[in-house]
């Protein structure tokens, strides 16, 4: 019994060490795992997948943030904004090769058609920002800045973008359109300011519709270079997906806007700082909208500062044609419409305090409540033209502050609570990481070597004289077009284009007037019903 106690004893040892060493090993081992990743990690070696995709880390596929978020950190640091981030190292990968240009093989094809006088701070991220949604072609129709060749010379870098300049030869071409002999836009010819811009806009769609049928597009939708198409409800939040589920019996896809609601007056690049929303009428319920209407228009004329009749996208067909900016229509039939649910066009309205002076700027009528009502369409624009017009800068930045800014932060929750105010970060965080990955200053940069190649050839050239004196007047004559006023075409009866033929305006419902930007349905219009 004596002797086999040290025995035993010596056998309870060496099970206790075997238990220990197993348990110091099991500890050790997640521990020196766990370093083992904080290393690969702290070196750049692994991205943790849910940190990639937080909301608070906006990240893309094949998208690498460590350089240009450092640069965006120097950026803020420093005090100073690069609207094109032409201080940001280029780290998207798909560009590098891709450059955006779908392929044939890419079905529904889309395109967009703009009538725009915007410089490249704010065209670059509208066009890059629906390239990535979706969209193949653009047909931009410009004039005044949009025009320059500063400009110009790198949108006709872009794959699968066309300018067209606003010249002489396009003028008489568009003076002789079948729209200068008709009735249905007929009220709005020979009007200045935004009726001017909207007879313009209605030529270009009708232009546009010839340059997209050659191009082989399936749809085509009218949008300005401040609002951007909200795809919703969509698979891999993709225009072209969301199309391409629309039954082919239907003719014309509605997308009821949504209007922006800018929470400071020193906003400088709308479609990176702005998430705040107020919903369109068609997505809310009819009580929520009537019974806060009040509060939401805060002593404005309306719902929305401007127009609430959305957007439309058309199939591309025979004898389609436009209808004003805002819709399309069919000259031997009524279109098969459909209203979509959830998608939406975002219309960045009045985001920036220059906005009022710029709207000032480009119109010459009278700061007067009768003479503003030739120029603009909606109440809005009108109160804003004759406060930019008779105001001290002072008094302009204070009544911009209260009738477009939401500083009030209880009203801001009480109606995102309702589920009239919403929050859209998808847009913001896709241009945000389009220009920090460098794409806009890589555009830029491209269009400067090319112009480089381009001079050089031409200095090489035998012909160098004749080719450069014909690409200055090639230049010129497109600046010094951007100012042509629609208003000349066919007017008095001479000049060297065709003057339009009054019609009788007849009923037929196949010619409807034009539809107009129109403002949102207001307290007057609620129809009580009786059961």
């Given at each position: 019994?004596?002797?086999?106690?040290?025995?035993?004893?010596?056998?309870?040892?060496?099970?206790?060490?075997?238990?220990?060493?197993?348990?110091?090993?099991?500890?050790?081992?997640?521990?020196?795992?766990?370093?083992?990743?904080?290393?690969?990690?702290?070196?750049?070696?692994?991205?943790?997948?849910?940190?990639?995709?937080?909301?608070?880390?906006?990240?893309?596929?094949?998208?690498?943030?460590?350089?240009?978020?450092?640069?965006?950190?120097?950026?803020?640091?420093?005090?100073?904004?690069?609207?094109?981030?032409?201080?940001?190292?280029?780290?998207?990968?798909?560009?590098?090769?891709?450059?955006?240009?779908?392929?044939?093989?890419?079905?529904?094809?889309?395109?967009?058609?703009?009538?725009?006088?915007?410089?490249?701070?704010?065209?670059?991220?509208?066009?890059?920002?629906?390239?990535?949604?979706?969209?193949?072609?653009?047909?931009?129709?410009?004039?005044?800045?949009?025009?320059?060749?500063?400009?110009?010379?790198?949108?006709?870098?872009?794959?699968?973008?066309?300018?067209?300049?606003?010249?002489?030869?396009?003028?008489?071409?568009?003076?002789?359109?079948?729209?200068?002999?008709?009735?249905?836009?007929?009220?709005?010819?020979?009007?200045?300011?935004?009726?001017?811009?909207?007879?313009?806009?209605?030529?270009?769609?009708?232009?546009?519709?010839?340059?997209?049928?050659?191009?082989?597009?399936?749809?085509?939708?009218?949008?300005?270079?401040?609002?951007?198409?909200?795809?919703?409800?969509?698979?891999?939040?993709?225009?072209?997906?969301?199309?391409?589920?629309?039954?082919?019996?239907?003719?014309?896809?509605?997308?009821?806007?949504?209007?922006?609601?800018?929470?400071?007056?020193?906003?400088?690049?709308?479609?990176?700082?702005?998430?705040?929303?107020?919903?369109?009428?068609?997505?809310?319920?009819?009580e929520v909208y009537f019974g806060n209407?009040?509060?939401?228009?805060?002593?404005?004329?309306?719902?929305?500062?401007?127009?609430?009749?959305?957007?439309?996208?058309?199939?591309?067909?025979?004898?389609?044609?436009?209808?004003?900016?805002?819709?399309?229509?069919?000259?031997?039939?009524?279109?098969?419409?459909?209203?979509?649910?959830?998608?939406?066009?975002?219309?960045?309205?009045?985001?920036?305090?220059?906005?009022?002076?710029?709207?000032?700027?480009?119109?010459?009528?009278?700061?007067?409540?009768?003479?503003?009502?030739?120029?603009?369409?909606?109440?809005?624009?009108?109160?804003?033209?004759?406060?930019?017009?008779?105001?001290?800068?002072?008094?302009?930045?204070?009544?911009?502050?209260?009738?477009?800014?939401?500083?009030?932060?209880?009203?801001?929750?009480?109606?995102?609570?309702?589920?009239?105010?919403?929050?859209?970060?998808?847009?913001?965080?896709?241009?945000?990481?389009?220009?920090?990955?460098?794409?806009?200053?890589?555009?830029?940069?491209?269009?400067?070597?090319?112009?480089?190649?381009?001079?050089?050839?031409?200095?090489?050239?035998?012909?160098?004289?004749?080719?450069?004196?014909?690409?200055?007047?090639?230049?010129?004559?497109?600046?010094?077009?951007?100012?042509?006023?629609?208003?000349?075409?066919?007017?008095?009866?001479?000049?060297?284009?065709?003057?339009?033929?009054?019609?009788?305006?007849?009923?037929?419902?196949?010619?409807?007037?034009?539809?107009?930007?129109?403002?949102?349905?207001?307290?007057?219009?609620?129809?009580?019903?009786i059961f």
């Open positions: 019994m004596a002797g086999s106690r040290p025995s035993s004893l010596s056998s309870l040892s060496s099970s206790q060490n075997f238990t220990s060493r197993l348990l110091f090993l099991l500890t050790l081992l997640p521990l020196t795992l766990a370093a083992f990743a904080f290393i690969l990690q702290w070196r750049g070696g692994l991205t943790d997948p849910l940190s990639r995709w937080s909301p608070d880390h906006h990240e893309f596929p094949g998208m690498e943030t460590a350089s240009s978020s450092a640069s965006l950190s120097r950026i803020k640091d420093s005090g100073c904004r690069d609207p094109l981030g032409r201080s940001h190292d280029p780290s998207f990968p798909y560009y590098r090769n891709w450059k955006f240009d779908f392929g044939s093989d890419l079905k529904p094809k889309i395109c967009i058609t703009s009538s725009t006088s915007a410089g490249l701070e704010q065209t670059l991220p509208w066009i890059f920002y629906h390239k990535f949604i979706g969209v193949s072609s653009f047909f931009l129709f410009v004039e005044g800045k949009a025009a320059s060749p500063n400009v110009t010379k790198v949108l006709e870098t872009i794959p699968g973008v066309k300018v067209i300049y606003r010249t002489r030869e396009l003028e008489e071409k568009q003076a002789r359109s079948r729209i200068w002999n008709e009735t249905w836009l007929a009220s709005f010819f020979y009007k200045p300011c935004n009726y001017e811009l909207f007879v313009k806009q209605s030529l270009n769609m009708e232009m546009a519709i010839v340059l997209a049928r050659e191009a082989g597009m399936d749809w085509i939708i009218h949008l300005d270079t401040d609002e951007l198409l909200h795809p919703a409800g969509a698979r891999e939040y993709s225009l072209r997906h969301l199309l391409s589920d629309v039954p082919g019996k239907i003719d014309m896809v509605i997308f009821p806007n949504y209007e922006s609601g800018v929470e400071r007056d020193d906003v400088k690049e709308p479609f990176s700082e702005v998430s705040l929303f107020k919903k369109n009428y068609d997505h809310l319920p009819k209407y009040k509060e939401a228009t805060r002593g404005n004329p309306n719902y929305f500062l401007t127009y609430g009749n959305g957007k439309a996208a058309a199939r591309i067909q025979d004898h389609l044609r436009p209808n004003g900016a805002h819709r399309w229509h069919n000259y031997m039939k009524i279109p098969n419409e459909i209203k979509l649910d959830d998608a939406a066009v975002l219309h960045y309205t009045y985001t920036k305090f220059s906005d009022l002076t710029s709207r000032r700027d480009r119109c010459g009528c009278k700061p007067t409540k009768d003479d503003v009502k030739r120029c603009f369409m909606l109440e809005f624009d009108r109160a804003a033209f004759i406060i930019a017009s008779t105001a001290t800068e002072e008094e302009m930045l204070h009544w911009y502050r209260e009738r477009v800014v939401w500083t009030d932060q209880s009203l801001k929750i009480k109606l995102m609570k309702k589920g009239i105010l919403t929050r859209i970060y998808a847009p913001m965080i896709i241009v945000q990481g389009l220009r920090e990955s460098g794409i806009f200053s890589n555009v830029i940069a491209m269009s400067h070597k090319n112009l480089t190649e381009f001079i050089s050839s031409v200095e090489h050239s035998k012909s160098s004289k004749a080719v450069s004196s014909g690409e200055n007047s090639y230049i010129s004559n497109a600046t010094e077009s951007g100012v042509i006023s629609s208003r000349k075409i066919g007017q008095h009866g001479k000049s060297n284009t065709t003057a339009r033929r009054v019609l009788q305006i007849n009923d037929n419902t196949s010619f409807p007037s034009a539809v107009p930007p129109q403002s949102p349905p207001g307290p007057e219009d609620i129809q009580v019903e």
